[in-house]
């Protein structure tokens, strides 16, 4: 069997051996080893959760205790990319020959959110977060602020336009991009923590230090994941900006439903009601929810209709403030304790990585490439399915590949002529995407 496909036991070790880097270490040959274990349950993660079978890469990380770690370690990149990059990109001797190294850093932090997301579904994930959750929400209210600004929308765009760009700079077009699907990938993870918590602390972060319910109406009013181009609406689904034909132009994306499940948990939870101090500028805010809560849109999700009534009431009344209680509320540490640890050293940490982590030999790059691109080999994504293929067309049990995608499967040649209009778009998609992550991958010389 594959080396790369995740068995139980193969999970357990990966799981079993998760530990904290520090800063400086981020990008060395020990680090890159768990980033490569980190990146495959997280595809093991994912097709299981897909498919709706054992769970197990979220068991273990649940019964080791290691959200913990992730959640650091996502930090931690977080804090690179922050006050380590800058610095790093305008050293004179940084001028690497390649960009692959670096850009399997920036990455990180997007595999960890990924799999954070697919676990932070179930409850019992949110449960062993223990405290790091209180970190998860204030990394959340990070990424929703800069979602709620023109960076990430700016970003994304350039990322877009095609032209020729140094290494360097491409780099940082490919870190801009990264960051708006990140952020959007915390959109859900915050939605999840909605869901499943009932510590006192993690709710006082959420309605009372960051004012969340403010920040989702911005959203929900600015609608980052939405754009106009041309004449044509797109919406960024799945990882991609795609044209929305006009008849579903109103359809409700997973993250707007998102929000909306988020505003509805943190406004109608009696726990959250207590908490909230709906003052004269928190009211306003939130009656401008009022304008979005269509028919079309309460259709697509019923409960909204409860938040709706909410508002109606809201909107009549002055609910009391919030009673001051005297709670000892636990704090988050994680962004605090890396930054004071490092504070007046990023500049000899960006020397040091220059020299030391960013400089690997050829062989060894190839290497990592090597590794790295049999973790996204599609012959792998195939065996870990549970199931026999499906023809795109008719449905039944298939064995031909559609040659250009890979993607689709078929039964026969009938079946993938007949169904060609309807695969063409996702094809090229498709094609586009497994390009980038070859670029991505490749060492260029």
Known sequence: MDSSVILPVEAEGFVQSLETFSLKEVGSSRWFRQHEYIEKLNMQAILTASAMHDEFVKELLVSYRKIPVLVHEMILVEVWKRKVFPILRQLQDFNPKNTFHIYMVIHHEATIINLLETIMFHKDSCEAADDSVLDLVDYCHRKLILLASEATRDAAVTHDQHKLVSSIEE?????????????????????????HTDSISVISRMLCTHNMPCVLVQLIDCCPWSRCREGEVQKFINGKWQTIPVEDHLKMTKLDGQVWLSLYNLLLKEDCQRKYDFNSFNKNQLLKLRGFLTDVLIDQLPNLVELQRFLAHLSVTDPAPPKKE???????????????????????????QVKETFNPSESDLRQQAQRLAQTYNLDVMESLLPEKPKCGSCGIEATKRCSRCQGEWYCHRECQVKHWPKHKKACQLIVEAAEKIQRDLHVSS
Do not use: C
């Open 171 to 195: 780099l940082q077009m490919q870190n801009a991009a990264l960051e708006f699907e990140i952020s959007l990938k915390a959109v859900s993870v915050l939605r999840y923590i909605t869901d």
């Open 326 to 352: 005297l709670i000892l509320e636990q704090i988050p540490e994680m962004w605090n304790h890396i930054v004071g640890e490092n504070s007046g050293k990023w500049k000899a940490i960006a020397k040091y």
